[in-house]
């Protein structure tokens, strides 16, 4: 029998008698070098821009597969990736639907990265399977709908949502979008080999019901061979479209509904937010991703369905896994969950959450970035020198200063972006750009969105 290694030794297990001792060590370097990097950015994202990032980056690596190993690689890497990071728990780190994730859930991921259980086979992840069967049914019960499936988040749940509608249907399929849907979409037609989209407008950033009937009447077909994909927060400026109207249409045209709630579907957990997703439960299928309003680490995306018979595509036989005679003995069969095979078990992150917080808790995250967003568009509304686009519908915030050319208003995203400053995305809406603020962190306080809008002011050339 062989000697493990000395506890200090890089190639000691995660798991087993000994991992926590191994890990206990190493978790102390982890935090220590994840506090350094922080101190030594100094801000929201790394300053120089691409080129002195990457040099910095190339500077801590140094040669990727050394002949012999360097005992302080992990102490160094953690600090390069925390130095260049853009941090989501800085406030002025507001561009992109990146959350900060919760400490609680932050710490059920490493059980999983030591565990390692793979979701392919109930003999790699006996508990974890049931955990993830009663995780998903929950999180689908709360969106009105029967059971859901995990995915890696919004883009895999859409690709498996048009997969399923395909199925369904039987061959003919024809995906019907606003203009407004998720890049996602379309993308996942062209994957799967359906026909071009028809792609209905949105004017005011949401889809038109008008130009939705008349695109149903003119394409007509046998009921099911169209499947209308709405949206319950855009990416650009988290608006919904008008859900129970696009579903009372779908109903009279017996097309199929699939609803993209990467964005919204945290609302759910809000009962003062909630209602703005009324219509979600006459879905066929919905798109939900708690790496958003829901403070995960990535991934954490789901796809729900109304009928679970829909899922019944997804199965696969392969006697290693799945085989025949195991599954009548009461063998969980785990093929049928997911168009994956090896996958971790990423429910036990939102498990803990759902189970430390409860629907209070995540409810009152969800209201208090929502008050920062309307906070965030008072200052911006009352400022002369900025143009508000619109009242946030959940935490997104479009501005722009006034006056500026779209050339001027990208500059100034630039300009921060390099110096490290601030994130800010773009938008653009009416055939303008706008400055994206999307507000995440329930820690902003008002200092803090004062403190970003006087950057950008100061940022901005006169």
Known sequence: MSTPPPPEHPARLASGPDGPHALRPLLDTVLDALDSGRRARGGPLPAGGPEAVAARVRDAVGEVLPEHGDPDALRGLVHALAEGAADPADPLCAAHLHCPPLAVATAADLAVS????????????????????????????????????????????????LLLARESCGGGLRLVCGANAHHSLPRAAWLLGLPEPVVVPAPSGTLDPAALHSALTDLGGPRGSLLVAATAGTTDAGLIDP?????????????????????GGGLLFSERHRDKLTGLEAAHTVTLDLHKLGWQPVAAGLLAVRHPRDLAALHQRADYLNAGDDTEAGLPDLLGRSLRTTRRPDVLKIAVTLKALGRRGLGALVDQVCARAREFADLIHDHPGFELHDRPTISTVLFRPAGATDDAVAAVRRRLLTEGRAVLGRARLDDRLWL???????????????????????????
Do not use: F, M, Y
């Open 243 to 263: 859900l129970p109207e696009i579903a009372g249409l779908c109903a009279a045209h017996g097309a199929r509904l699939h609803i993209d709630a990467a964005h």
């Open 114 to 161: 030591a565990l390692n259980p793979s979701l392919d086979s109930w003999d790699q992840a006996p508990a974890a399977s049931e955990l993830e069967a009663l995780v998903t049914r929950t999180l689908a019960h709360e969106a009105g709908l029967a059971d859901s499936v995990v995915t890696t988040g919004g883009t895999e749940s859409n690709q498996l949502a």
């Open 436 to 462: 994206k603020a999307t507000l995440l962190n329930p820690d902003t306080r008002t200092e803090d969105l004062a403190a970003l809008l006087k950057l950008v002011e100061g940022s901005t050339p006169r």
